[in-house]
């Protein structure tokens, strides 16, 4: 599933009480919208930070139900998982657990209302070698 890409961005909103309001994850990646599933993102949606920043990638998993096979599934909310993870540790302060290369905070804008945090996804360096479809069955069939 992995794939040469361009850069992302997630804009996080939270309250002034640091509870998730809602983010969003614009990307396109394999021909799948990240973010798509609502289920990771209506999972989050109203938490406090702090315990978005406690859960375990593979509790999500079972938490939301996805099926051990649904490799797919699991990659792009893995993916929206350490995307938002990291946005929220960097927005308080922290960058331990954080590749501050691959996850920038761009910008952390306050209002009345909320605080919104900008984040640049960039693709990762070291992805492993893409092999187009066509030559991956031609390798399975003979």
């Not at 998993?61 to 998982?81: A, G, H, K, N």
């Not at 960097?90 to 984040?119: K, N, P």
Request: aromatic letters at 10%; charged letters at 25%; one cysteine or more.
């Amino acid at each position: 599933m992995p794939c040469k890409d361009t850069t992302a961005l997630m804009t996080v909103r939270v309250n002034h009480n640091d509870f998730l309001i809602d983010y969003d994850y614009a990307k396109i990646t394999c021909d799948k919208a990240i973010g798509s599933d609502l289920s990771f993102h209506q999972y989050c949606e109203g938490k406090p930070i702090q315990q978005i920043l406690e859960w375990e990638f593979f509790q999500i998993l079972q938490d939301l139900q996805l099926r051990e096979e649904d490799t797919e599934s699991q990659f792009l909310v893995y993916l929206e998982w350490s995307a938002l993870r990291s946005a929220l540790i960097q927005y308080l302060g922290g960058d331990e657990d954080v590749d501050t290369e691959h996850f920038e905070v761009a910008s952390v804008e306050y209002d009345d209302q909320e605080v919104q945090i900008i984040q640049v996804i960039r693709p990762n360096t070291d992805m492993p070698k893409i092999q187009s479809c066509f030559k991956r069955s031609l390798n399975a069939s003979g």
